[in-house]
Nanobody, 119 residues
Framework: QVQLVESGGGLVQPGGSLRLSCAAS????????MGWYRQAPGKQRELVAT???????NYADSVQGRFTISRDNAKNTVYLQMNSMKPDDTAVYYC?????????????WGQGTQVTVSS
């Protein structure tokens, strides 16, 4: 059974920082690409950042230079360090594991963690 469990969300003031964690189980973590997505009220879910199994990263323009995605394969965990946060960063943040192989595509999602940026 695959589980992705996010943690670290909460309330932060504009300009502040948070670090999200996503602990994975039930998958061979090192072989999966991992990503963080977010969904604000009334908006579609959008990509925030991804990190491939090899370690290469990709960021949405809106978070480039402020957010950093990283992974620890020994702990089966992916992180999202969020700095210089803005009210527009307010959303539910979701962790995703994805893998494409000759056997098909495998996508798994966490349950989400709320992040609120407000004074």
């Amino acid at each position: 059974q695959v589980q992705l469990v996010e943690s670290g969300g909460g309330l932060v003031q504009p300009g502040g920082s948070l670090r999200l964690s996503c602990a994975a189980s039930g998958i061979i973590f090192s072989s999966y690409g991992m990503g963080w997505y977010r969904q604000a009220p009334g908006k579609q879910r959008e990509l925030v950042a991804t990190i491939r199994s090899g370690g290469s990263t990709n960021y949405a323009d809106s978070v480039q230079g402020r957010f950093t995605i990283s992974r620890d394969n020994a702990k089966n965990t992916v992180y999202l360090q969020m700095n210089s946060m803005k009210p527009d960063d307010t959303a539910v943040y979701y962790c995703k594991a994805e893998r494409v192989s000759v056997g098909g595509r495998y996508d798994y999602w966490g349950q989400g963690t709320q992040v609120t940026v407000s004074s």
